[in-house]
């Protein structure tokens, strides 16, 4: 479970096709940019999840 | 040679490097202890907390290659060289699942090294060698990019020269660099990296908002970049492929390099030093949700190639693009600054990597094939010689090998240290392959790599595999056939060898073993 938690950031990078596009835009940057930099949270907050569900 | 320098950014640059000079020195006496041993010369004691290790393993991963190379190769190429995004987001999850485990495993045994791991694993020498080795190798061309990127901003402050002359302020840096990893050993560039990263932090904050404000906004960079990066591609009759997103052709190779380089990254000597120097395993799993703040940095420092095509920098070197996108549009004192981040920005991590190959030379070359009857002191001498030989060496990798793109470097070491992914990373979680298994494999990796990546001309990081008609990274060529010959001879090998560790060994320590 957490292995596929962990991967799940790393298999959305694989889907170029999906976000190889220009829009929607947000703040000016193309789709293809502003999607692979939020997704850089949003891995580090599954990352964080998953080490707080192994503490407890 | 001088008649051009920038003297009010030139100033302002040597001041900043004089300050971490001393500090290089001053942090000899930073959490005291013997630096005549190589666990303090070479790992600081291992007792690093987060905060620490979240500068020092931050420090060497993002170096000249995050300021100079990738955005280099968006000014050039567009948005294939935005490649090093997925590439910083593979590594985390990676390092959160894999490091706890060789942290745990290295502590119990006293392992330094990735080699030392190997050994103790597969009971097999001459897999210790080649994981040595590679780490050595592949630790060259990354420290000569670091060093491309130093000379690109000396250079941009107006310094000029020809010939060997040319290199003089460079070899003065690292000389001094030099000596004071020679003395304080991975404490000097420990400390150093606070200054770095708060350097890196001012220039990159002053950056993202400074330049897009005076060039109207985000979205009118991207248009000025696109449209600079259209007439590229028009001009070379559409041969070369550059855009603000990727052609079809540059997928595979786009993901493969990411891919590839996550491999990669985190094997080498380096890599391995920061993070067996954290004081625990959860100082590691801290650091991977923690280190990400850095790829965000990594992001919007690529787009400067971006900023410099839509404020019209025209150099004939990629590489000058930053640089010359400080010059055009901050004050001077203020260039200094931002070159200085980046001069020590690329310092820091080379004296980092130099470590890490000394450590991995003395304990794992040295030791077991000239001198094993070597003590702790002795061991100390060795690594200090031999971090001095990487950086030599590294430096005639610059002066006798030109290249186009420093990322190219880069890419050639990342090609090389994938190939130890599966001695390494494998055995944390199976002893089922062979030793002499793994080490074939290792050995088809590398030749295939060093075969599809030679070229007369230069090296090439990706290649077109069995006449398909996309190009893959040759490190994952190479890596999935090293896989595939050390999987078929580990099931017809019998393995024998003698395994050092117990699964027991590789799980958390408790809490009150952990030193203070």
Redesign the interface.
């Known amino acids: 479970m ?2 596929l938690l ?2 799940l ?2 298999l959305a ?2 889907l ?2 999906f976000y ?3 829009e929607p ?1 947000l ?4 789709f ?2 502003w999607f ?2 939020v ?3 949003l ?2 907050l ?3 999840l ?2 707080k569900g192994e503490k407890r | 040679m001088i008649d051009h320098l920038n003297w009010a950014a030139t100033a302002v640059f040597i001041g900043f490097f004089l300050l971490v000079t001393v500090l290089g020195f001053v942090a000899a006496h930073w959490k005291r202890g013997d630096l005549n041993d190589l666990n303090e010369w070479g790992l600081g004691g291992r007792r690093f907390g987060a905060w620490v290790s979240w500068f020092l393993i931050g420090g060497d991963l993002y170096t000249a290659y995050t300021v100079i190379a990738v955005p280099s190769v968006l000014y050039a190429v567009g ?1 294939y060289g ?1 490649f090093a ?2 590439y ?3 590594i ?3 390092l ?2 894999t490091f706890p485990r060789l942290w745990a495993v290295a502590h119990r045994k006293n392992y330094l090294t990735a080699s030392d791991y190997v050994l103790g694993r597969y009971g097999n020498r001459w897999l210790e060698l080649a994981v040595a080795f590679t780490g050595i190798l592949a630790t060259m061309p990354y420290i000569a990019l670091q060093l491309v990127g130093m000379e690109r901003v000396i250079e941009a402050l107006g310094f000029e020269g020809r010939g060997l002359m040319s290199h003089l302020p460079l070899t003065v840096a690292f000389v001094i660099l030099a000596l004071y990893t020679y003395r304080s050993g991975l404490r000097a560039p420990a400390m150093i990296a606070f200054v770095k990263d708060i350097m890196i932090y001012i220039f990159v904050i002053a950056a993202i908002v400074v330049i897009p404000a005076k060039l109207g ?6 248009d000025a970049a696109g449209a600079a990066l259209a007439k590229k591609a028009a001009l070379s009759g559409s041969k070369a492929a550059a855009g ?3 052609t079809p052709k540059q ?1 595979v190779p ?2 493969t390099l ?1 891919f590839g380089s ?1 491999l990669a990254v985190l094997m080498y000597p380096h890599a391995m030093t920061g993070m067996l120097s954290a004081r625990s395993g959860n100082t590691i ?2 650091n ?3 280190l ?2 850095y ?2 940095m990594l ?2 420092i690529a ?1 400067m190639g971006y900023m410099a095509l839509a404020v019209g920098v025209h150099v004939k070197n990629p590489q000058d693009a930053v640089p010359h996108l400080i010059l055009s549009v901050f004050p001077d004192w203020f260039v200094g600054f931002c070159f200085a981040a980046i001069a020590i920005g690329a310092l820091v991590p080379a004296a980092i990597m130099s470590i890490g190959a000394a450590n991995t030379f003395t304990r794992n070359i040295w030791k077991p094939f000239i001198h094993p009857a070597m003590n702790a002191q002795e061991e100390a001498v060795i690594a200090k010689l031999m971090s001095l030989i990487v950086k030599v060496g590294a430096l005639a990798f610059i002066l006798f090998v030109p290249t186009k793109f420093a990322l190219d470097l880069q890419l050639l070491g990342g090609m090389w240290m994938a190939q130890i992914f599966p001695a390494v990373i494998f055995g944390l979680y199976t002893r089922w392959f062979n030793g002499w298994a793994l080490l074939a494999g290792w050995a088809a990796g590398m030749v295939i790599g060093t075969w599809l990546a030679w070229t007369p001309a230069a090296w090439v990081p990706v290649h077109n595999v069995f006449g398909s008609s996309f190009a893959v990274y040759n490190g994952i060529t190479a890596f999935l056939a090293n896989v595939l010959v050390a999987a078929v001879l580990s099931a017809l090998l019998p393995n024998t060898a003698r395994d050092d560790t117990r699964a027991e060994d590789y799980a958390d320590l408790p809490d009150a073993q952990l030193a203070e």
């Open positions: 957490k292995y962990l991967t950031p790393s990078t694989l170029v096709p190889n596009v220009a835009r703040f000016g940057f193309p293809f940019y692979l930099i997704l850089i949270p891995s580090s599954v990352t964080y998953v080490y | 948005a935005f995004v997925p910083t987001i593979i985390y999850p990676l959160y699942l906004g985000y979205g009118a960079i991207f603000l997103l990727l997928i786009f993901i990411a996550g799993r801290i991977a949700v923690a990400p703040a790829s965000v992001a919007l787009l």
